[in-house]
């Protein structure tokens, strides 16, 4: 369907910003929405902030609202997370991820990374205080 690659991750300290960029290729039918999801060191995958194909509806968790916007290029089939005044918590691997169909409920944002129909191999992010 596509492939995912992530890049931009890095090492920042806290209060600084970076913007991480997933590119897709191979595609062969439109997403649904691309999210962004992150893993810390012994935490589960969590949901971060996706964005629809057509529209470019958003949707973020309320941990990063404010400081995190999502966005995309459907002309060069690429997504950004533009971080800013990145936290020490935000140190993770960020994942890029799509599905092609909508979630039942809400808008339709997968947020789950089980709801994912196909995934990067992610980009670190570490974060010092």
């Known amino acids: 369907q596509v492939q995912l690659l992530e890049s931009g991750g890095g090492e920042v300290q806290a209060g600084e910003s970076l913007t991480l960029s997933c590119a897709a290729s191979?595609?062969?039918?439109?997403?649904?929405?691309t999210g962004w999801l992150r893993q810390a060191p012994g935490k589960e995958r969590e949901f971060v902030a996706a964005i629809k194909w057509g529209g470019g509806g958003t949707y973020y968790s309320d941990s990063i609202k404010g400081r995190f916007t999502i966005s995309r290029d459907n002309a060069r089939d690429m997504v950004y997370l533009h971080m800013n005044d990145l936290k020490p918590e935000d140190a993770a691997v960020y994942y890029c991820?799509?599905?092609?169909?909508?979630?039942?409920?809400?808008?339709?944002?997968?947020?789950?990374?089980?709801?994912?129909?196909?995934w990067g191999q992610g980009t670190r992010v570490a974060v010092s205080s």
């Open positions: 191979g595609r062969t039918m439109r997403s649904f929405a």
């Open positions: 991820a799509e599905h092609f169909t909508p979630v039942t409920g809400g808008r339709g944002f997968a947020t789950e990374w089980t709801q994912y129909d196909t």
